[in-house]
């Protein structure tokens, strides 16, 4: 059985350098779906539906999801086996660095 790792994005904690890391090593859309805005628009470049809309064979073929749709339901979306993953960070920092993102 493929396996599916789920990463749960929480603002500011490294989730864009993980999908970048992703991206430059896995097929985009295919392997490594982002669950965004972003990620639709480039799924619709390629001529594919949001990964929510295509079949489950297609789908089983995520070897990664993220991004800030993921939620407890994103499991669904797939048969694979799934590990599902979340980053934090200490609290004071990480409110200093949403603080500084809202601000630029």
Same mark, same amino acid.
């Given at each position: 059985?493929?396996?599916?790792?789920?990463?749960?994005?929480?603002? /500011?904690?490294? *989730?864009t +350098?993980? %999908?970048?890391?992703?991206?430059?090593?896995?097929?985009?859309?295919?392997?490594i779906?982002?669950? !965004?805005?972003? *990620?639709?628009r480039? !799924?619709? $470049?390629?001529?594919?539906?949001?990964f929510? $809309?295509?079949?489950?064979?297609?789908r089983?073929? !995520?070897?990664?999801?993220? *991004?800030? %749709?993921?939620?407890? /339901?994103?499991?669904?979306?797939? +048969?694979?086996?799934c590990?599902?993953?979340?980053?934090?960070?200490?609290?004071? *920092?990480?409110?200093?660095? %949403?603080?500084?993102?809202?601000?630029?």
């Amino acid at each position: 059985m493929n396996k599916t790792f789920i990463f749960f994005h929480v603002p /500011k904690t490294g *989730g864009t +350098s993980l %999908r970048i890391h992703f991206q430059k090593n896995l097929k985009d859309q295919k392997e490594i779906i982002h669950l !965004a805005n972003k *990620g639709d628009r480039f !799924a619709k $470049q390629m001529g594919l539906p949001p990964f929510e $809309q295509r079949d489950l064979p297609t789908r089983n073929h !995520a070897k990664v999801i993220l *991004g800030h %749709r993921v939620n407890l /339901k994103t499991v669904n979306l797939v +048969s694979n086996q799934c590990t599902q993953i979340v980053f934090f960070r200490d609290p004071s *920092g990480w409110i200093v660095s %949403r603080y500084n993102q809202r601000m630029n």
